[in-house]
């Protein structure tokens, strides 16, 4: 990278942050390091927070850029829509409420400068302060326990809580960009993102705290209810288990720990959601996906899959598995559940057997006449399909 070009942006999405701008302002010109650009986006703020950049641009000059968008589009959407405007190859995200220490961009520069092709974004660890700001003791963070994984191993880290530190990283613009979920949600939109970009490569991850993230109660993830934070969870890993980069993941497993890889994501699954039937369907999509790549030799896997679809009493599909495999799985004979006639199936059923030459001549307009009386009755009905 050039030493004398702007290698980093610095993002900043605001949104009635008026009281932490002035701040904010003395933490960015306190970096030791200095050779980065600035985009920031008002996010149709109702407050004076887009008023307060006109020394910012003294300062920064044809380094800095502010944006106010029309509508609110939330966090991930206000930078989805304003990412055109970032051309340096690299760019990271400041929050106008948290504090960031004098070396925060220049220790991320560090692992830029560090990074190979295959990384796809850099991290800082972060510590916590309260919303009055006080620092707070740091809650333990995965990274310290296992940071140095090759790929899948950050993927089942980061299925298991989010690791990578949104507000204390810089990503690889390229990537990000091939890897946008839709912003319409906040619900699990960063491990979205960082599930998918793992496909392309892994995160450095420094264990120097250079910033601290403020607990804020009303912020936007923190107003989602648990049934919203479930669902888009389930939503998400259904697009994630389905995309090309969980392939890719999966050619990055060694095909001696697949049916390692495979159990622990069941286990990383179990830490996200609920025990039910959202949860067994979401396992079963993952299992179909590694049966499909790796193939019905992966005993384990193909054990994994039996066992979900006997606990539904599938037999025909237990059977077939076991059959592809070496999976001895059994299924206990259980009722059928086929529902019982309803009157209107009975008469039909009369109907249909009714043999008469002439009836079956005029079969469809005894049908269509009868109907359209039906019709008049229950608009509703199934068959009526017609939608203009």
């Known amino acids: ?79 989805f829509k304003n990412m055109d405007k970032i051309d340096t190859k690299w760019f990271c995200f400041l929050h106008q409420d948290d504090f960031y220490k004098p070396n925060h961009i220049s220790t991320i520069i560090d692992l830029i400068m560090k990074s190979s ?32 994984l090759d790929e899948p191993g950050q993927f089942l880290q980061n299925l298991r809580a989010q690791a990578i530190p949104y507000p204390a990283s810089a990503f690889n613009l390229g990537i990000f960009k091939k890897t946008i979920v839709p912003f319409h949600s906040p619900t699990f939109s960063d491990t979205e993102q960082t599930l998918r970009m793992l496909g392309y490569g892994r995160f450095i991850i420094s264990q120097k705290e250079t910033m601290y993230y403020r607990e804020n109660p009303t912020s936007e993830s923190h107003g989602l209810n648990s049934k919203e934070r479930t669902t888009g969870t389930i ?5 994630v288990f389905n995309s090309i980069e969980f392939d890719f993941i999966l050619n990055k497993v060694e095909e001696n720990k697949r049916s390692l890889f495979a159990n622990e994501l069941i286990k990383a699954l179990s830490h996200r959601i609920p025990k039910g039937d959202l949860s067994f369907t979401l396992e079963t999509i993952a299992l179909e996906k590694m049966i499909s790549k790796w193939g019905y030799k992966e005993n384990e896997i193909s054990l994994l899959l039996a066992k979900n679809y006997a606990s539904i009493s599938s037999a025909a599909t237990v059977n077939i598995i076991n059959n592809l495999s070496n999976a001895k799985v059994r299924i206990k004979k259980v009722d059928n559940g086929i529902e019982k006639q309803t009157i209107a199936s009975r008469i039909w059923g009369i109907y249909f057997n009714f043999n008469p030459e002439k009836f079956k001549r005029f079969n469809k307009f005894i049908i269509k006449s009868i109907y359209k009386l039906i019709f008049i009755i229950k608009p509703s009905h199934r068959l009526k399909n017609k939608w203009k």
């Open 1 to 79: 990278m050039s030493p004398n070009k702007p290698n980093v942006t610095l993002y900043l999405g605001i949104y009635n942050g008026e009281e932490y701008i002035e701040s904010l302002f003395k933490q960015v010109q306190a970096q030791d390091y200095q050779n980065f650009k600035i985009l920031v986006v008002d996010n149709n703020s109702s407050d004076k927070s887009g008023e307060m950049f006109k020394e910012w641009k003294k300062v920064y000059k044809d380094r800095f850029q502010f944006v106010k968008n029309k509508v609110n589009y939330g966090g991930h959407g206000s930078l």
């Open 117 to 148: 092709k295959n990384t796809v974004g850099v991290s800082t660890t972060m510590g916590s302060m309260t919303n009055s700001g006080k620092v707070l003791n740091s809650k333990p963070r995965m990274t310290w326990f296992s940071y140095n």
């Open 235 to 239: 939503i998400s890993l259904a697009r």
